[in-house]
């Protein structure tokens, strides 16, 4: 699978045409990690959104001295990091390569030059993060009132 078949088949991109993938496909960097590598920490300065193209990422959250939760395990054309696009912090989980991967990233200087050049696709992906993040929002407010009643 090429790079815009990924891109296509990512959440973020649906909807996209060919001709939009052709111009924002050369905004994207190709990275490979080993397995048990991490992508970034907690605290680290958030500078890119990342897409899976293969192997697989998991998600996790420090919760005490060394103690991490798995939040989510991530696969092929998922996405993740995507609050570094449109917030410029620091991030709020932990990411490692559960296998050797290949990503595709997108980082928050490319992501501007995206919406200067397909401003219909940009929009796209913001509603996309919003939408995720409205998700997100919901149901871990639900886990948050578990945690507090029980």
Same mark, same amino acid.
């Given at each position: 699978m090429d790079h815009i078949e +990924? &891109?296509?088949k990512t959440a973020l991109f649906r909807g996209s045409s060919r001709e939009e %993938?052709? &111009? *924002? !496909?050369?905004l994207f960097q190709e990275r490979q990690l080993q397995p048990n590598a991490t992508i970034f920490a907690e605290k680290m300065p958030a500078e890119a +959104?990342? *897409?899976v193209r293969s192997g697989s990422v998991r998600i996790t959250i420090m919760v005490g001295e060394g103690e991490e939760i798995g939040l989510l395990l991530l696969g092929p054309g998922e996405f993740f990091g995507e609050l570094a696009l449109v917030h410029e912090d620091v991030? +709020? !989980?932990?990411? $490692?390569?559960?296998?050797a991967v290949e990503l595709l990233l997108l980082t928050r200087k490319d992501f501007q030059v995206l919406l200067e050049l397909e401003p219909r696709t940009g929009a796209r !992906? +913001?509603?996309? *993060?919003? $939408? &995720? %993040?409205?998700?997100r929002v919901k149901v871990?407010?639900?886990r948050l009132k578990d945690l507090l009643l029980s």
């Open positions: +990924l &891109l296509q %993938l052709d &111009l *924002i !496909v050369g +959104l990342y *897409i991030r +709020l !989980v932990n990411a $490692k390569t559960e296998t !992906v +913001l509603k996309t *993060i919003a $939408k &995720l %993040l409205a998700m871990y407010n639900e």
